[in-house]
């Protein structure tokens, strides 16, 4: 029983004995002050108040549960979506990403996905920018920078294209993709005994980590080099 409750019953036992003892019939009272009528009507008048007042209590109460019970219950209100740059919104399905991006600007992930969906939609100077904006904040992304390279090839701007996948390779020498990549880009460039060079090594570590299916097609484009 809480506090305010016990309070109440004091009370309301302590207006009792008032109300009895006025009334004159507990049977230690020997003066009476009102006939038994006027005693009669006082105590239901009495009676009345106090249960007025105990209907008063209890909707307060049943009001203050609710509201805390509604509080508890209450979800957070969404914080606005981030502003974005109109002029990178080139369709509206980037909205999504350009928000994520907006609303983790240190997280590179966002940016690679938003970055790919430009590729895929050939913004590539948007892609580009992307990509060096998460660079920028950690250059030995190695991912990011790989992604650079293929909008850089796609794009048309093949050797820069080559020194990207170059600075992947030598970051991360047992790497098969970038060196994969590289080849096939060698290759496009006629850098015929670069090319070369990129196959043996990608066929010697698909033999290591027995991928036949990578050290089959390394062993043809090396053949098919030598017999130009």
């Given at each position: ?73 209450a979800t957070p209100e969404a914080p606005p979506p981030p502003q974005i740059d ?110 070369i060079e990129d196959w043996e090594t990608l066929a010697q570590m698909a033999q ?21």
């Amino acid at each position: 029983m809480s506090s305010f409750l016990k309070t109440v019953v004091v009370l309301a036992c302590g207006a009792s004995f008032c109300v009895v003892a006025a009334a004159g019939w507990w049977p230690w009272t020997k003066s009476r002050y009102r006939t038994p009528e006027e005693a009669e009507e006082y105590q239901y008048q009495m009676y009345v108040k106090r249960v007025a007042w105990m209907k008063e209590y209890e909707r307060a109460e049943a009001a203050r549960v609710a509201a805390a019970a509604a509080a508890a219950a209450a979800t957070p209100e969404a914080p606005p979506p981030p502003q974005i740059d109109p002029a990178k919104l080139v369709v509206p399905q980037l909205r999504p990403l350009l928000e994520d991006t907006a609303r983790r600007p240190h997280a590179l992930e966002p940016r690679l996905k938003l970055a790919r969906k430009y590729l895929k939609l050939r913004h590539f100077d948007l892609a580009l920018a992307t990509l060096d904006e998460g660079l920028a904040q950690q250059p030995d992304w190695s991912l990011g920078r790989l992604t650079r390279a293929q909008t850089l090839w796609q794009k048309g701007e093949l050797d820069a294209a080559r020194r990207e996948y170059s600075l992947v390779v030598v970051s991360e020498p047992d790497w098969i993709t970038p060196r994969f990549y590289r080849a096939h880009l060698l290759e496009a460039m006629q850098r015929t005994t670069e090319a070369i060079e990129d196959w043996e090594t990608l066929a010697q570590m698909a033999q290591e980590r027995g991928l036949v299916d990578l050290s089959l097609l390394a062993d043809r484009r090396m053949s098919a080099l030598r017999g130009q």
